[in-house]
């Protein structure tokens, strides 16, 4: 994947933190691999993840409303650590992400160095961890693989968009990363649909909605 194949493993180390408002006003923090450091490794082309387009959510939504289909939102639980790291990745853990770690495993003691004084760690990444350059494009293609696995097409217009014909009434997936919406005329496709997402990704968080309450 990398521009020179010869280069050194691509490393990111896990000292930044997002924080953001939720819809219900709290705050939700968490420590990602900042992978700015993988900027110079990697075409754009290779970073890069399809987002669904606010004209296309907005044409599913009157479609949903027209339709009265039954409505579900689901959430991926950490989607990016489904995903596998295709290409060679280390993560340095520094100061007290050190201890902590090996808190949670001693078997990464005897890798623990020191740099400048500070405590050090080294790990290879297995999975895609959110903040490094490629972990959302390699999120997109398994889920958007498992689509048409399922037997879904994903739409020429917007590639984020995933329809399929069940009981001759059109099925629609309308995704942004880890954040879906379900739609279909019959709730209890609605609910197979979710069933059969979460034996590949395991629990969701889901809501389901009137589509009619989207004129209210």
Known sequence: ??????????IC?????VLEYKQDGRIKGRTVADGSLQKDMYEKSQMASPTISTDALLISLIVDAHEQRDVAVADVVAAYLKADMTDYTLLKFMGESVDIMCKMNSKYEEYVTMESG????????LKALYGCMVSALLWY???????????FEINPYDSCIANK????????IA???????ISHVNKDVVTQIIQELEKKFEKMSVTRVVSTSFWE
Do not use: A
């Open 175 to 181: 995704w942004y990363v880890d954040d879906m919406k």
């Open 13 to 17: 180390h896990n000292r930044f933190k």
């Open 165 to 172: 014909l069940i009981n001759r009434k059109q099925c629609t």
């Open 1 to 10: 994947m990398r521009k020179n194949q010869h280069q050194l493993p691509s």
């Open 118 to 125: 500070e405590k050090v760690l080294y790990v290879q990444l």
């Open 141 to 151: 293609e398994l889920f958007s693989g498992h689509m048409k696995e399922m037997g």
